[in-house]
């Protein structure tokens, strides 16, 4: 079996593409139309159509995206050859035209045209990371990483050997870099809801990049199949296509490179296998056929599992590939009260930059000594404290700062 020359069209282009093929003599079909309700090759030939021509660009797009799906489509390719050997022919979309050829080598041969296709996509690629040169944890000096971490550990309540590892994953992974060995850094953080795994995520968002709208996925948000395509877009030709996906839009609008991945444990098995090539590659390339390059990310993702079930959630191909995977234990007692004076101090801060004069001292005591030792999750630490503090200034201080602007004067707020 000889390989052929792959046919292709210009992106948008399609019909221009179709109509150079006399009418009844070749004529082109979306490999669907050969395909059942399972997605499984149902036909091998076109009925009263003795030459024609199959467009594989959806074919393509999910092979770069599964490889598991290359040995089924190869197969595909197989029995279409088989039973039409002189009177079928391929077709894809000009952006895909060398990934084709690099996918299905075995069967499509490689010309110069392909070759000025993957000038033109480096070119391409490399304009677009000039548009989004920013940052990079990569590239800061000393001084900068130092301060970093700084206040990475003083925001971070407890945790202090992940801390510590941290520190010194992160630059093992910067030294990994420049020796060009890896790309990406992840970080798998598992325990129970509300013990601080997303706030490293958040954490490292403010240090780095504060004016940048955030990257965060949660898969809380995600179920069954089409998830793949929730996060980095559905196939050209399917409803919502022109949307693209979650993550590749968040990561095309924003010069952040700080990713968060919530409850992982959610995920489905196409998901599972995106991240590892990913993770793999330290890229992807979406269902519109752009590369989504991450060099210099950092990837956190979250789960609620613990030592003894994250095995049974995440599988082993996936799991290796994490640089780095912590349990979260719960806070001691000293963490949370030291983490309720933080934030009671917050609320102090603010309620007197913006509503008016307050006796800090009588209720930062009154809200300290209460007892938090039930509490395991920081979000309801945080609840239970803002009504107290609520519950102690009055909820009439709302329009305080209205009728003090009116009086043009400003009056201490004391707790009985």
Not at 258 to 277: G, H, N, P, Q
Request: with cysteine; charged share 30%; proline share 2%.
């Amino acid at each position: 079996m000889k390989k052929k020359k792959l046919l292709y069209y210009e992106k948008g282009k399609f019909d221009e593409f179709a109509k150079k093929f006399p009418e009844g003599e070749n004529i082109v079909y979306p490999i669907s139309y050969l395909t059942n309700q399972n997605i499984a090759l149902k036909y091998t030939g076109i009925n009263d159509v003795e030459h024609f021509v199959i467009d594989i660009t959806v074919m393509v797009m999910s092979a770069l995206v599964r490889n598991d799906l290359r040995i089924i489509y190869e197969g595909w390719i197989n029995s279409l050859n088989e039973e039409n050997e002189e009177n079928i022919d391929y077709c894809v979309e000009k952006t895909f035209l060398h990934e084709a050829c690099d996918v299905f080598s075995y069967y499509f041969e490689r010309d110069e045209e392909c070759d000025k296709v993957l000038d033109k996509a480096e070119e391409t690629q490399e304009e677009t990371q000039e548009e989004k040169e920013a940052f990079s944890i990569i590239d800061c000096n000393k001084e900068k990483f130092d301060s970093i971490i700084e206040q990475f550990d003083l925001q971070l309540y407890g945790h202090e050997k992940f801390k510590k590892d941290f520190k010194d994953q992160i630059e093992a992974f910067i030294l990994l870099h420049r020796m060009k060995r890896k790309k990406v850094f992840s970080l798998l953080l598992c325990g129970k809801s509300g013990v601080g795994k997303t706030e490293v995520g958040r954490i490292l968002q403010r240090e780095m990049y504060p004016d940048e709208p955030p990257i965060k996925i949660n898969f809380g948000n995600y179920s069954g199949k089409g998830s793949l395509w929730s996060l980095i877009g559905s196939p050209k030709g399917y409803v919502g296509s022109e949307q693209g996906g979650e993550l590749t839009n968040k990561i095309l609008h924003s010069k952040s490179k700080i990713i968060v991945i919530d409850e992982l444990d959610k995920a489905d098995e196409a998901i599972f296998t995106f991240f590892y090539e990913m993770l793999e590659d330290g890229q992807y390339t979406d269902l519109d056929g752009k590369v989504i390059d991450l060099d210099g990310y950092i990837i956190v993702f979250t789960a609620n599992l613990n030592n003894t079930n994250f095995k049974d959630m995440i599988p082993e191909p996936l799991f290796s590939r994490f640089d780095m995977t912590y349990e979260f234990q719960p806070l001691s007692y000293a963490d949370k009260v030291q983490f309720v004076s933080d934030f009671t101090d917050k609320l102090i801060e603010d309620y007197t930059e913006h509503i008016g004069v307050i006796d800090k001292t009588t209720i930062k005591n009154q809200i300290v000594e209460e007892n938090y030792q039930n509490y395991d999750n920081l979000r309801s630490i945080k609840r239970n404290v803002m009504n107290r503090f609520v519950g102690l200034v009055g909820k009439n201080s709302a329009w305080k700062e209205y009728v003090n602007s009116e009086k043009g004067e400003q009056e201490s707020v004391t707790t009985k």
